[in-house]
């Protein structure tokens, strides 16, 4: 499966930003997805994820904020983004394994996005 990450760019601390993915190649309801993130001199860490059957997991950082969510019909993943602050500034990935159980580690991921550039100014 191929996944295509959009929707980052420029906003104000305590705005708000939704991340696309889009996936195509595979039978996207069969996939479990994740988004997670990477900043400047920072290893990649985990932001939320979504399984196959819907369940969500998220990161202590981003509950309460952040809501991930899916539609099968138009192979898309979203991560909807409130009160965003300069600590979530990160290049934003998106990731996707078959019949995957929303973990939380890179590891369990086989596909992965281009990622998509979200900047929180202060």
């Known amino acids: 499966v191929q996944l295509q990450a959009s929707g980052g760019g420029l906003v104000q601390a305590g705005g708000s930003l939704r991340l696309s993915c889009t996936a195509s190649?595979?039978?996207?309801?069969?996939?479990?997805m994740g988004w997670f993130r990477q900043a400047p001199g920072k290893e990649r860490e985990f932001v939320t994820a979504?399984?196959?059957?819907?369940?969500?997991n998220y990161a202590d950082s981003v509950r309460g904020r952040f809501a991930i969510s899916r539609d099968n019909a138009k192979n898309t993943l979203y991560l909807q983004m409130n009160s965003l602050n300069s600590k979530d500034t990160a290049v934003y990935y998106c990731?996707?394994?078959?019949?995957?159980?929303?973990?939380?580690?890179?590891?369990?991921?086989?596909?992965w996005g281009q990622g998509t550039l979200v900047t929180v100014s202060s």
């Open positions: 990731a996707a394994e078959r019949y995957g159980n929303g973990a939380g580690r890179t590891v369990e991921y086989s596909y």
């Open positions: 190649g595979g039978a996207f309801s069969r996939y479990g």
């Open positions: 979504i399984s196959w059957s819907g369940l969500t």
